[in-house]
Every structure is written in structure tokens, then in C-alpha cells.
């Protein structure tokens, strides 16, 4: 796990002592390693947590064999999956011990989704811990923020995003620009590299910067 130090100190303390709290809300922009950070957390609860029955992500992702529900060509959480949720919670813990729910973008629950979370929330299960993610945290209902606890993520300084990019097998320019281009998102490298669109980056930064040094017309 690369930065946010404070928070995994403060989370790792809080696992050892048993005394996780039953909801949290991680805030920050996009790709600064919210979720990264959530799934390293599962990690430390359960292991391997992806088939662990007292683990569960929402909405729909890779993480789960069914697709992405879509509307308007971005993902949502509806309904139907806040009553799965329910229903998962409604049942006592496979294992016996910790339950632990992580909500991808948070903000992207529908009217109805979000008032049926807020249920859950009003009343929280036993031994169950709810963390929502979200980069935009002033479009939830300010119901749901006040009943978590929020942990803000801020971007990583630039040696530490120097130290992940350095055992990369990639050109001395290439790591440059990353850095550069990175702002402390190591979630903007990953997805980079692992693409395989550095060029194309480079590419729309040059002519983003052609276009802005011509003139008006």
C-alpha cells in the first residue's frame, strides 16, 4: 500500500482492537486510491476476501461475476441492490466474526436506492462495517453523510509516486511525464501503464497545449 499512511494506521489499530465503526464514508478525488485502499482493508480483515460470503461489493464490478448496471452511459445503484443488500445483512455472519460491505461511488445511488440505504443505516447490523467511496460527496443526502464517519484521502506526494514508477519497466521520459501528469493519483498511473496509452496521453496534452496557444478565432 502506497501513502495515506495516517489512515491505515488509524485502520489497522482499530481491526487489531476489534473496534471498527459501522459505517465510514472515503472521500478525495478520483483515482487517488480510495478503493485501492477499502480492498487492501478487506485484505486485512479477511484474506482472501473476493470469495469470502461475509464480504460484499456494490455495485456490480469485476469483483462480481454479473455486469455493471448502466444508465445513460454511466453506473448506477438501484433499488434492487440495496434490497440484496438487506437481505445479505439479514442473515448472521457466515464465519461467525466481521461483515464488511464496501459501496463503489457512493454517489451514484438512485433517489430510491439512497433512501432505502438510509434505513440500514438508521438502524445498523451487528458486527457489520458499511464503507462508501465517492470523489463527489456533496451529491449524497446529507442524512447518509452525517450517519458516517468520513476519512478524507488526499494525493500522494510526487517521491512516492517517483518510488511506484521506478521499478517499471518503462523510459526515462515515459516516467516523467507520469510523474508529472500524475497530481498524486497513482490510480491515473496504473491505469496508464497498464493500458498502455502513455503515448496517447502525451499526445492530447501537446495538443490541448497547440490549441491554447492559438488565438481566439
Known sequence: MIGHNKQWVYFKNLIKKDSLGHAYLFT??????????????????????????????????????????????????????????????????????????????????????ANAFLKILEEPPADSTLILISSAPGLLPATIISRCEEVKFLPVNQNEVADFISSKKLNKEDKEFLIKISGGRLGLVKTLMESGDISKARLSIDDLRKLINKGVF
Open 28 to 113: 478525495g478525488p478520483e483515482m487517488i486510491g480510495k478503493k485501492t485502499f477499502a480492498l487492501e482493508l478487506s485484505k486485512s480483515i479477511f484474506g482472501e476476501f473476493e470469495k469470502n460470503l461475509d464480504f460484499k461489493f456494490i455495485p456490480s464490478t469485476s469483483l462480481r461475476t454479473s455486469e455493471p448496471k448502466t444508465s445513460e452511459k454511466e453506473t448506477k445503484i438501484y433499488i434492487e441492490d440495496i434490497r440484496e443488500l438487506k437481505k445479505f445483512l439479514s442473515f448472521k455472519s457466515y464465519n461467525g466474526g466481521q461483515r464488511l460491505i464496501i459501496i463503489n461511488n457512493a454517489h451514484s445511488l438512485t433517489n430510491e436506492a
